[in-house]
């Protein structure tokens, strides 16, 4: 089990951190999600890779900084 951290940009409240939480908690493979508002950050738990993560925070509406 591995450990991924996003850096996402455009969330501004608690609404946008539960809709990234639950775009990521749809990825096949998360076991968990912890996303923190003010460090701008999603911490996923599980075996999916990285680039389905990204894809759903974008799909969400936010963008993952490298």
Request: charged fraction near 25%; include cysteine; hydrophobic fraction near 40%.
């Amino acid at each position: 089990m591995s450990q991924t951290i996003l850096k996402v940009e455009g969330m501004t409240c608690n609404h946008c951190k539960m809709r990234t939480e639950k775009a990521l908690q749809a990825v096949s493979g998360v076991e968990s999600v912890k996303v923190d508002l003010e460090a701008k950050e999603a911490v996923i738990t599980g075996s999916a890779d990285r680039a389905s993560l990204v894809k759903a925070v974008q799909d969400a509406g936010y963008t993952v900084v490298e």
